[in-house]
């Protein structure tokens, strides 16, 4: 933390919150005019209306971006120094090119703690906001049956179970005021046999667990019973991933959910991801960083600075890419949440490390 590191971090900083403006700017032209077209084609809603829901999903949006911004603003900082001469004077009073990649990286790594336990929370509370009003406002303006509560099917050869609940857990797994309609197969035709209206069924392991229930079938009177179990081939890891949206689970609520779905014997293999992301996520911004100064340093006046800058966000890209091609191999279980998290920040500074080392050490 010498006077020139602090200079440098000062400057890095400003041209990430300069990145970061612009940023914004697009995010909320380019996201009003998509909830306009979305929403505003299903139904009416004003600009203020899709001003706000834009507001809601403008945090996520930011930090999925994020990365790209402290590139493009560390790029472009160190660039600024490259063309007002200071590179020039710092390089000819000693200082190595390592004095550069530091403070770029001590940026990223705020930034990215920053991100995780503030923005992240944030964002994701915010969203969870952005999708309950965007599905009231087409609810309600609809004038379209059915759009209220959850759907399910289940089935098999000799029939199918049609399920209806009034909302789910934030588990995923437990359903509230939930119906079920049997249907079996007879003379190959579907034929409605039994209704159960349970206040909660949950769904374990290989069947559903109803709890205060009544049942009724044609003809008959209803049976009241406290439990009552019902079998089923749906994948709870599948259900899951239906109703709980990784986006609306912030940082510090990933890891209790993450423990519940492992002793309730799912596998949460998205939200593993997601929370190897975020512990990644500060390194992910230092690489950026640091790519973003390394292939800054080549000095102006020897010419290919706008080629060098071009290569650091072609790999800046390329990585970008790497990581979401390792979460889908991660999705397939084919490697660990924690590998595909890691694997894209780990190369990109080792990238970076091999090429300050070459500027530096030739």
């Given at each position: 933390?010498?006077?020139?590191?602090?200079?440098?971090?000062?400057?890095?900083?400003?041209?990430?919150?300069?990145?970061?403006?612009?940023?914004?700017?697009?995010?909320?032209?380019?996201?009003?005019?998509?909830?306009?077209r979305t929403v505003g084609a299903r139904t009416d809603i004003s600009i203020f209306e899709a001003l706000r829901l834009t507001l809601l999903k403008t945090p996520m949006l930011v930090e999925q971006t994020l990365p790209f911004i402290?590139?493009?603003?560390?790029?472009?900082?160190?660039?600024?120094?490259?063309?007002?001469?200071?590179?020039?004077?710092?390089?000819?009073?000693?200082?190595?090119?390592?004095?550069?990649?530091?403070?770029?990286?001590?940026?990223?790594?705020?930034?990215?703690?920053?991100?995780?336990?503030?923005l992240n929370p944030l964002g994701a509370h915010l969203y969870q906001e952005f999708e309950s009003e965007k599905q009231d406002a087409l609810s309600q303006r609809l004038a379209v049956g059915g759009q209220n509560g959850v759907w399910i099917r289940q089935g098999d050869e000799e029939g199918q179970v049609v399920i209806h609940a009034d909302g789910v857990d934030p588990s995923g797994t437990k359903l509230q005021g939930a119906t079920f309609m049997f249907f079996e197969v007879q003379q190959d035709a579907l034929r409605f046999t039994r209704r159960i209206h349970a206040a909660t069924a949950e769904l374990k392991p290989g069947f559903w667990q109803l709890t205060d229930l009544v049942e009724a079938t044609p003809g008959g009177r209803p049976v009241r019973q406290t439990h009552l179990a019902i079998p089923t081939t749906l994948d709870a890891t599948e259900l899951i991933n239906r109703f709980v949206n990784p986006a609306t689970l912030s940082?510090?609520?990933?890891?209790?959910?993450?423990?519940?779905?492992?002793?309730?014997?799912?596998?949460?293999?998205?939200?593993?991801?997601?929370?190897?992301?975020?512990?990644?996520?500060?390194?992910?911004?230092?690489?950026?960083?640091?790519?973003?100064?390394?292939?800054?340093?080549?000095?102006?006046?020897?010419?290919?600075?706008?080629?060098?800058?071009?290569?650091?966000?072609?790999?800046?890209?390329?990585?970008?890419?790497?990581?979401?091609?390792?979460?889908?191999?991660a999705m397939t279980q084919s490697v660990p949440a924690a590998v595909a998290a890691w694997s894209a920040p780990l190369a990109g500074m080792f990238i970076a490390l091999a090429m300050i080392a070459f500027v530096e050490d030739g």
């Open positions: 933390m010498s006077r020139l590191g602090r200079y440098v971090i000062g400057r890095v900083f400003g041209g990430v919150l300069i990145a970061l403006v612009g940023v914004l700017a697009c995010i909320l032209l380019i996201d009003l005019v998509e909830q306009m402290v590139l493009a603003g560390t790029m472009g900082a160190i660039i600024g120094l490259n063309r007002s001469s200071e590179l020039v004077a710092m390089r000819a009073a000693g200082v190595s090119a390592w004095r550069f990649l530091t403070p770029s990286a001590f940026v990223g790594i705020v930034l990215g703690v920053i991100a995780v336990t503030v940082f510090w609520v990933l890891p209790g959910f993450i423990r519940e779905a492992r002793e309730a014997g799912f596998a949460p293999t998205r939200y593993e991801l997601k929370l190897q992301s975020l512990l990644a996520y500060p390194l992910l911004l230092a690489t950026m960083a640091g790519l973003a100064a390394a292939f800054s340093l080549q000095l102006q006046r020897l010419g290919n600075l706008a080629r060098w800058g071009a290569a650091g966000v072609g790999i800046g890209l390329f990585l970008f890419f790497y990581g979401q091609l390792a979460g889908a191999f």
